[in-house]
Nanobody, 123 residues
Framework: QVQLVESGGGLVQPGGSLRLNCTAS????????MGWFRQAPGKDREFVGT????????YYADSVRGRFTISRDNAKNTVYLQMNSLKPEDTAVYYC????????????????WGQGTQVTVSS
């Protein structure tokens, strides 16, 4: 069982930056691929990006590629989502996810989810 806790959300102006953190429980964090998803009001949950268990491989949605960066520190059981050049359309609840396998882009492929953290981009 893996428990995930996100932090770092908040209100930011367009063009600004924010870093989300996700800390996992357990001693096998380095066996899990991690993902980030988001859900805006009235919309389906959307894939943002993912990182392999080793941290070597990352993959992003077209909507965030070049602006968002995922990284991880396996010694701290933490994965990060660095968000730059934020836009109002990035406003959503952001979720951290984990799966004990290769990276994936479908929410159905992930086994564990955090409670989510709100990101609001507005002037």
């Amino acid at each position: 069982q893996v428990q995930l806790v996100e932090s770092g959300g908040g209100l930011v102006q367009p063009g600004g930056s924010l870093r989300l953190n996700c800390t996992a429980s357990g001693r096998t964090f380095n066996s899990y691929a991690m993902g980030w998803f988001r859900q805006a009001p009235g919309k389906d949950r959307e894939f943002v990006g993912t990182i392999s268990a080793s941290g070597i491989t990352t993959y992003y949605a077209d909507s965030v590629r070049g602006r968002f960066t995922i990284s991880r520190d396996n010694a701290k059981n933490t994965v990060y989502l660095q968000m730059n050049s934020l836009k109002p359309e990035d406003t959503a609840v952001y979720y951290c996810t984990a799966r004990r396998s290769l990276i994936a882009t479908s929410a159905l492929d992930y086994d564990y989810w955090g409670q989510g953290t709100q990101v609001t981009v507005s002037s």
